[in-house]
C-alpha cells in the first residue's frame, strides 16, 4: 500500500517562506513522477510542480520564481521550498506521485495514482 504523508504547512504572513515536505512509502522516489497540487476552498485542484522520473521540473506559472521542488531519494521525502508567499497561495497542499509518464500533464489532468492527506497553508 503507497502512502504519503505531508508535513510543514502551517500559518505565514505574506512574504514569508514555509517548507513543505512529503515522506514516501514503500516505493522509491526516483522511479516515479511525483509532485504537488492544491486546493483552495470552492475551487478546484491546481497543479503547482512536478518532478519527472527522468528529473525535469515543470511548475505551475503561479509557482514560477517562488517555489522550489526537489527530492531527497536517499530519504524518499519530496519537497516543495515556498518563498514569497501570498495571501492567494492559501490552500490544503498535497503531494502526489504516479506510475505514467509525462508528468506534468499528469498532474494537470488528475491522472495520478497516489496522494497524501494534505496540509494546509495559510497566508495573511
Known amino acids: 500500500q503507497v502512502q504519503l504523508v505531508e508535513s510543514g504547512g502551517g500559518s505565514v504572513q505574506a512574504g514569508g517562506s514555509l517548507r513543505l515536505s512529503c515522506v514516501a512509502s514503500?516505493?522509491?522516489?526516483?522511479?516515479?513522477?511525483v509532485g504537488w497540487f492544491r486546493q483552495a476552498p470552492g475551487k478546484g485542484r491546481e497543479g503547482v510542480a512536478a518532478i519527472d522520473a527522468d528529473g525535469a521540473i515543470n511548475y505551475a506559472d503561479s509557482a514560477k520564481g517562488r517555489f522550489t521542488i526537489s527530492e531527497d531519494n536517499a530519504k524518499n521525502t519530496l519537497y516543495l521550498q515556498m518563498n514569497s508567499l501570498k495571501p492567494e497561495d492559501t490552500a490544503m497542499y498535497y503531494c502526489?506521485?504516479?506510475?505514467?509518464?509525462?508528468?506534468?500533464?499528469?498532474?494537470?489532468?488528475?491522472?495520478?495514482?497516489?496522494w497524501g492527506h494534505g496540509t494546509q497553508v495559510t497566508v495573511s
Open positions: 502526489l506521485a504516479s506510475r505514467r509518464a509525462g508528468c506534468w500533464a499528469v498532474l494537470r489532468t488528475y491522472g495520478y495514482e497516489y
Open positions: 514503500p516505493f522509491a522516489y526516483e522511479s516515479y513522477c
